[in-house]
């Protein structure tokens, strides 16, 4: 269909795919709108256990969609603060603090705003021939959704301020190296492994995984100290889920646990 964003959810993933491949899957306002609605829709679904974003095509996403922008002599400004502030941020906000595994599967290029959603899933795989481009600094812009955060913390100052002042492309497997992303595979193999990682984690104790995930982003803005304190918090509550239970009794059993993610 020509819908432009592919939402379902099955077996307790849900699969989010990016669908304007004319224009590598960048971002115009109907996806924008399509991409808010899927993730109120996979907020609030109490079945979804891991969410699973690829795109569709030769790319993953291109990131804003340029052929939007008005920047014609004469004409007013665009206000891109509003577009960061009604349209990427509340997106990247929402995806970042869903409460279970995000996976992104990079299936071609991630440019832009492209690659900066990628990087805010919890565990990106890429395809070999896949690349990521921080193509703000191109056009006059800063890297955006989240860009300017992500990019420091996963591969250090140095790398971060080299790929955003320069633009250059990253290929997935140099961005494996760098630590940028979970892992590189073959192209051909990048929708079963991604599917197969989403059905292994949508299988694992959910409520436990975004436990991990609260402590692992709290992180940036704690000391050791309060660290040992909020994980004291979350082992606390950790320990009360029904998953908990069944983990250790599967351990002490020698059986394969079921995890309802409760
Ligand atoms: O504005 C705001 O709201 C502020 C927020 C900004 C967030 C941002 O993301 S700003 C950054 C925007 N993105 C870019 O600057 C990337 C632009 N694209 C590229 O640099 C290249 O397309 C790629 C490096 C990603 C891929 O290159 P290549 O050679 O593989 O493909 P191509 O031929 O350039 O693109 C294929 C088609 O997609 C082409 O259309 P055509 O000629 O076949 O009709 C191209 O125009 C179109 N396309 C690619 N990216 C965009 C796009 N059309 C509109 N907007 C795009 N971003």
């Given at each position: 269909t020509d819908q432009p964003l592919h939402y379902c959810v099955e077996a307790g993933i849900a699969r989010l795919t990016l669908n304007r491949?004319?224009?590598?899957?960048s971002f115009n306002g109907e996806m924008h709108a399509a991409m808010r609605a899927a993730l109120k829709a996979v907020r609030q679904?109490?079945?979804?256990?891991v969410l699973l974003l690829t795109g569709n095509g030769r790319g993953f996403c291109a990131g804003q969609?340029?052929?939007?922008?008005?920047?014609?002599?004469?004409a007013e400004a665009p206000d891109l603060g509003e577009s960061l502030e009604k349209r990427y941020n509340p997106m990247l906000r929402t995806l970042r603090d869903l409460p279970f595994p995000t996976v992104c599967a990079v299936n071609g290029v991630a440019a832009g705003a492209g690659a900066n959603i990628a990087l805010a899933c919890d565990i990106v795989l890429a395809a070999r021939s896949a690349s990521f481009i921080q193509a703000f600094c191109k056009i006059g812009l800063i890297p955006d959704s989240g860009g300017t955060w992500s990019l420091p913390r996963l591969v250090g100052m140095a790398r971060a301020k080299g790929l955003a002042m320069l633009g250059d492309k990253l290929g997935a497997e140099q961005a494996e190296q760098w630590g940028l992303i979970w892992r590189c595979v073959d192209d051909e193999a990048l929708a079963d492994e991604a599917l197969s990682l989403a059905r292994h984690l949508a299988s694992q104790p959910t409520q436990g995984l975004a436990y991990i995930k609260r402590a692992l982003h709290a992180s940036d803005d704690n000391g050791f100290d309060e660290q040992l304190d909020l994980e004291r918090d979350l082992q606390r509550l950790a320990g009360r889920t029904s998953d908990y239970r069944e983990g250790v009794s599967a351990f002490m059993e020698k059986r394969k646990p079921e995890f309802k993610g409760e």
């Open positions: 491949p004319d224009s590598l899957n679904d109490k079945s979804v256990r969609d340029l052929s939007d922008r008005n920047v014609a002599p004469g």
